[in-house]
């Protein structure tokens, strides 16, 4: 248990649905990431939020759509996703966004197959 | 453009010794993480080294030399519960985390 939760835990959507991820941290950090995970490849920032604010887009589609209401939840918006969506999207908080020793606590993402 | 670098996979025994090698380049350094990713898990914090040499943390240890880009992560006495993916990953000069593939590590009985 990090601190961390995701829910779902695994979403099958097709192409024309329109899903929301969702993700709360019980740690009282100021910071919180969206992360993709493919098979093989490094984790791949997407959305990175500091007390509510974006702060980082990593020239992410506008089919995928972050919002942060408050500094414990991040929600992350899909709709009309592709086939190569299909990943494991990871939420993770830090205390701040930048500066040394910035461990991140991550949850245990939401797995996602778009049909 | 920066990179990660670490093996896909590493196969070891029950009770033996393993060493996860990493190499980087990055533009600046503000210090290297290891995680440990179980199937279907969350990324779990192992290490961090900022500075040059040996950090002893029970049965895992992290290496690092920054003049080498290089980082090792030491597994001793393996135990089953070590199969897993570990993950490299460099703070760069913009605090932004830039992350390895994972090596995935299987203990054999």
């Known amino acids: 248990e990090t601190g961390v939760t995701q829910t779902p835990r695994h979403l099958v959507m097709g192409m024309t649905n329109k899903k929301s991820l969702k993700c709360e941290q019980h740690l009282g950090h100021n910071a919180m990431y969206w992360y993709k995970q493919s098979a093989k490849k490094p984790l791949e920032l997407m959305f990175v939020y500091s007390l509510e604010e974006r702060v980082e887009n990593n020239s992410v589609p506008s089919r995928f759509s972050p919002e942060c209401p408050n500094s414990s939840h991040l929600f992350l918006h899909l709709h009309t996703l592709q086939p190569e969506d299909s990943a494991l999207y990871l939420c993770a908080s830090s205390q701040e966004v930048s500066g040394s020793y910035n461990e991140q606590f991550f949850g245990p993402g939401t797995r996602l197959t778009v049909l | 453009g920066q990179n990660i670098d670490q093996p896909t996979e590493m196969t070891a025994t029950e009770g033996a010794i393993v060493q996860i090698n990493c190499t980087y380049q990055?533009?600046?350094?503000?210090?290297l993480f290891w995680y440990q990713q179980h199937a279907g898990e969350a990324p779990t914090f192992l290490s961090y080294?900022?500075l040059d040499g040996l950090e002893e943390k029970g049965r895992f240890s992290s290496f690092l030399s920054r003049s080498k880009g290089y980082s090792y992560l030491l597994l001793k006495e393996l135990q089953m519960k070590d199969s897993a993916s570990y993950l490299c990953?460099?703070?760069?000069?913009?605090?932004?985390?830039?992350w390895g593939a994972g090596t995935k590590l299987i203990i054999k009985p």
């Open positions: 990055t533009s600046g350094f503000n210090g």
């Open positions: 080294n900022v």
């Open positions: 990953a460099v703070l760069d000069s913009n605090y932004q985390l830039i």
